[in-house]
C-alpha cells in the first residue's frame, strides 16, 4: 500500500541555518502531499501542500516541491528561526482508498539561539 | 476558519473506567477523524466517519468505539479505560472535496 518515509529525528540546528528535512512516499495513483506542522503542546496545523507533479508549495518561508521522477516531497527553509521548532509531518492523500492520509512519523526540529 | 474544538486538553481516569473524548467541528464538514499519537509511533488512525451516523475502522480500533449522531460531533468512547491507552488524541476533520485535514488541539489522556 501507499506510504511515506521520513527523515528521522532530532534535527537540531542554528537560528539562521538552512533546514532541509526529507520526505519520500510510494503511490500507486497520482497522491496529493502536505506537510504538517506540530508546535509543542497543540495539535497539526496544515503548512503547505501541492496538488501535482512539479507543484511547489509554499507558506511562512518553507518551500516543498513535489518530484514524482524522485518521488520526494522535500521541506526546506532557507533560515529558521527559534520559533520553527515544532515537530514537522509529511502525508499523502491517498487517491484510491477514501482519500485519508497516510502519515509519515515525524521529524522533530529544535532551534538554538 | 474552521474550528475543531476538543473538549478537554488534559484529562486522567482510572483503569476500567468508561471514557468519553468529544470533538466538536463548526464548519459543517462531513469527514470526521479520530488519531491517537505515541512517540516513535506517529499517527494512527483509530476510526473515521464519513458523514453522520457513519463509521469505519482505522488502524487501531480495538478497544475503542465512535459514536457520529449529529454531524457536528464525533465522539471516540473507550468502553474499558486500560494503561496502554494513555497518550495524545487528535481529532479532525474536511469537507467531502477536500484534501487536508483541520485538526483540534489534542486530548492528552492518562489512565491511572
Known amino acids: 500500500g501507499d506510504s511515506v518515509t521520513q527523515m528521522e529525528g532530532p534535527v537540531t540546528l542554528s537560528e539562521e541555518a538552512f533546514l532541509t528535512i526529507n520526505c519520500t512516499y510510494t503511490?500507486?495513483?497520482?497522491?496529493?502531499l502536505f506537510w504538517y506542522v506540530q508546535y509543542p503542546g497543540e495539535g497539526l496545523q496544515l503548512l503547505l501542500k501541492?496538488?501535482?507533479a512539479d507543484d511547489k508549495g509554499s507558506n511562512k518561508g518553507f518551500e516543498a516541491t513535489y518530484r514524482k521522477e524522485t518521488t520526494s516531497f522535500h521541506l526546506e527553509k532557507g533560515s529558521v528561526q527559534v520559533s520553527d521548532s515544532a515537530v514537522y509531518f509529511c502525508?499523502?492523500?491517498?487517491?484510491?482508498?477514501?482519500?485519508?492520509?497516510?502519515w509519515g512519523l515525524g521529524t522533530s526540529l529544535a532551534v538554538n539561539p | 476558519d474552521v474550528k475543531v474544538t476538543q473538549s478537554s486538553r488534559y484529562l486522567v481516569k482510572r483503569t476500567g473506567e468508561k471514557v468519553f473524548l468529544e470533538c466538536v467541528q463548526d464548519?459543517?464538514?462531513?469527514?470526521m477523524f479520530w488519531y491517537r499519537q505515541d512517540p516513535g509511533l506517529g499517527l494512527r488512525l483509530i476510526y473515521f466517519?464519513?458523514?453522520?451516523?457513519?463509521?469505519e475502522k482505522g488502524d487501531i480500533p480495538e478497544g475503542y468505539s465512535v459514536s457520529r449522531e449529529k454531524k457536528e460531533r464525533f465522539s471516540l468512547i473507550l468502553e474499558s479505560a486500560s494503561t496502554n491507552q494513555t497518550s495524545m488524541y487528535l481529532c479532525?476533520?474536511?469537507?467531502?472535496?477536500?484534501?487536508?485535514?483541520?485538526f483540534g488541539s489534542g486530548t492528552r489522556l492518562t489512565v491511572v
Open positions: 479532525a476533520s474536511r469537507t467531502r472535496q477536500a484534501l487536508g485535514y483541520t
Open positions: 464548519m459543517d464538514h462531513e469527514n
Open positions: 466517519s464519513y458523514d453522520v451516523k457513519m463509521k
Open positions: 503511490a500507486t495513483g497520482y497522491p496529493s
Open positions: 501541492a496538488t501535482k
Open positions: 502525508a499523502l492523500s491517498d487517491a484510491g482508498n477514501n482519500r485519508k492520509l497516510i
